[in-house]
């Protein structure tokens, strides 16, 4: 018989622990809680039943971008097979994982801004007019710095 795929909607709660194998296989484990909700149609609005505890497991590079990406509170959504029913907990061994985007904005590699974007923003470089000032040599009635230079180098 086939493992029970089921998808889970929950809050991870606690940390993720990671571990590798003898090998270098990465494993990590970690805690989520789903809280189910009834409508009542007596009072008009939605009540939360008992939470559902859930330990998943995650191998390999899955294992290696849970541990880099979820933490304690975050909103999740799973995709995993029940491998046991223990203890009142389920055991799911999971095969996809997404952060649930209802209640907040994730931000991947691609979506992050780059790292010239974090640079502080220069102003552009002042033009410069197309004709140098004219200067003067310090003496009052004295023909203008350029003018000297041009007639020093035997300009006609």
């Given amino acids: 018989m086939a493992p029970?795929?089921?998808h889970v909607t929950g809050i991870v709660a606690g940390d993720v622990e990671v571990r590798?194998?003898?090998?270098?296989?990465?494993?990590?484990?970690?805690?989520?809680?789903?809280?189910?909700?009834?409508?009542d149609?007596?009072?008009?609005?939605?009540?939360?039943?008992?939470p559902i505890p859930y330990i998943c497991t995650a191998w390999r590079t899955l294992a290696?971008?849970?541990?880099?990406?979820?933490?304690?509170g975050v909103s999740v959504l799973v995709k995993g097979r029940i491998t046991a029913i223990k203890d009142?907990?389920?055991?799911?061994?999971?095969?996809?994982?997404?952060?649930?985007?209802?209640?907040?904005i994730a931000y991947t590699e691609t979506s992050l801004p780059g790292p010239l974007a974090a640079r502080p923003v220069t102003p552009p470089p002042?033009?410069?007019?197309?004709?140098?000032?004219?200067?003067?040599?310090?003496?009052?009635?004295?023909?203008?710095?350029?003018?000297?230079?041009?007639r020093a180098s035997h300009w006609p």
């Fill in 88 to 104: 009142d907990s389920i055991y799911l061994s999971v095969d996809d994982l997404g952060i649930s985007l209802r209640r907040r």
């Fill in 64 to 72: 290696r971008n849970t541990t880099e990406s979820l933490v304690d």
């Fill in 20 to 39: 590798f194998t003898q090998d270098g296989t990465a494993v990590c484990r970690f805690r989520v809680t789903e809280t189910p909700t009834q409508w």
């Fill in 126 to 150: 002042v033009p410069q007019p197309a004709t140098a000032p004219r200067q003067t040599t310090g003496r009052a009635g004295s023909p203008i710095a350029w003018w000297e230079e041009k």
């Fill in 41 to 50: 149609a007596a009072t008009q609005r939605w009540r939360d039943l008992e």
């Fill in 4 to 6: 029970s795929v089921t």
